[in-house]
């Protein structure tokens, strides 16, 4: 171990010396650090990243035939999806269809191919309980006796495609593609498209949302900026007040002051702005999801400004000002690029939390108000077809990353500027 003395009376020997015990230092530093954000790492993992990589598997996995039907997936490993497959291929279906029904798996069996054929449940079904009595083939004539669909391509070419262990339907369907009855991918028809025209919506939306937050919010924050620091810390409990009361309460307000009988309407009426009879509609559509989904990200807006423009100091507009810049002018081209940052945080933050948003629209978006992410939990909880909700959690996962890649190329290295 070096010591002053030893650095002192040999000075090139010590300075090494003294470098490599300041880089052990800064390597135990380093360490110690690293150490300390195990749990935080772990705690992402548990709650974030592990369940990222599930719903990846889930929008591609495709286990249900490989495991009840393994010998009808093993007889069309071979089969040209051109002319309808050998008596051995529908033997095998025969007996796993038989075994199936024995051990209940039919059901799950007839949902995977109803998620994709509509029909095919019922199918799946009377076809297990009709083999069930019978003992003996041939298979070919029995099974088209018991169903035509059974002596015609498209059943067999949905059989052939769902064999393999992962599929790309869920994300076909997630933007409205299917598979015609010839096995080509074609888009659906415009009055059966949903997924599409849900997620036009929600971006649009979350981008209105987020510019009308931003034109309540600037006003507001620089107001704050400027006035004194007792006053703004006073008032700033006003902005953060909505972070202590429920948002189902607050929804529930919104509620009772945009229905048609609510109070809005009420004093529109009272004060002849609107005829009783003709009473706007502000709720369960998508002007009710805009206003109350505004002023919940509201404060999300608030607070980056709010910390950006606290740190800018008035003399730069003053010296502007007295340079011959008319007021306005000095403000949008002194000021205004000061608080680019807040502004692209604010955006950020909020348009990627509307992106997102469930219960909102769930409660006060009616049937034109709804967002994507409604309808990811219909498929969770209503339909259960977890896979496609996988498939449209992917995509607007992927929506949200590409918008952050946007605003990092252009924002993120302090490239915004206007002139």
């Not at 088209?144 to 002596?151: A, K, L, S, V």
């Not at 007040?241 to 429920?246: A, H, I």
């Not at 559509?285 to 607070?303: E, S």
């Amino acid at each position: 171990m070096s010591t002053p003395v030893d650095i002192v009376s040999n000075p090139v020997a010590g300075g090494t010396r003294l470098r490599v015990l300041l880089r052990r230092v800064e390597r135990r530093r380093k360490t110690i650090a690293f150490l300390l954000t195990v749990p935080l790492l772990l705690y992402l993992g548990a709650i974030f990243f592990i369940p990222m990589v599930n719903m990846l598997y889930l929008s591609v996995a495709n286990p249900t035939l490989a495991k009840f039907m393994p010998r009808t997936v093993e007889a069309l490993s071979d089969w040209t999806p051109t002319a309808l497959p050998p008596e051995r291929t529908y033997a095998a279906l025969a007996t796993d269809l038989k075994a199936a029904r024995s051990h209940g798996t039919f059901g799950r069996v007839g949902k995977r191919l109803n998620e994709e054929v509509p029909g095919m449940f019922g199918l799946i079904g009377k076809t297990s309980f009709q083999l069930s009595k019978i003992d003996r083939g041939p298979w070919k004539p029995v099974l088209i006796r018991i169903d035509p669909q059974w002596g015609k391509l498209p059943v067999w070419r949905l059989l052939h495609r769902e064999s393999s262990p992962y599929t790309p339907d869920y994300f076909l369907g997630a933007l409205d593609f299917h598979h015609s009855e010839s096995g080509h991918v074609v888009r659906e028809a415009s009055y059966n498209r949903i997924y599409v025209p849900l997620f036009v919506r929600t971006l649009w939306m979350s981008a209105f949302i987020t510019i009308l937050a931003l034109l309540l919010g600037y006003p507001l924050a620089y107001w704050l900026s400027i006035l004194p620091p007792r006053t703004s810390n006073l008032l700033m409990i006003g902005v953060l007040l909505p972070f202590w009361t429920s948002l189902l309460v607050r929804i529930t307000a919104w509620i009772v002051l945009l229905q048609s009988h609510g109070v809005v309407n009420s004093v529109l009426v009272h004060f002849g702005i609107v005829d009783d009879a003709h009473r706007p509609k502000l709720i369960y559509n998508q002007l009710g999801t805009i206003i109350v989904m505004t002023q919940v990200l509201l404060p999300i807006m608030i607070l980056p400004l709010y910390s950006v423009m606290r740190g800018i100091s008035p003399s730069y507009m003053r010296a502007a000002v007295s340079l011959g810049a008319r007021p306005a002018l000095a403000f949008w081209r002194v000021y205004m690029p000061l608080t680019l940052p807040g502004i692209g945080a604010g955006g950020l933050l909020v348009f990627i939390l509307s992106v997102g948003y469930y219960i909102t629209p769930a409660l006060v978006g009616g049937q034109t108000g709804q967002f994507i992410s409604n309808m990811i939990a219909f498929n969770v909880q209503e339909s259960l077809n977890w896979g496609l909700a996988a498939a449209l959690g992917v995509l607007l996962t992927v929506f949200a990353l590409v918008f952050y890649t946007i605003y990092n190329r252009v924002a993120g290295v302090g490239r915004i500027s206007l002139g």
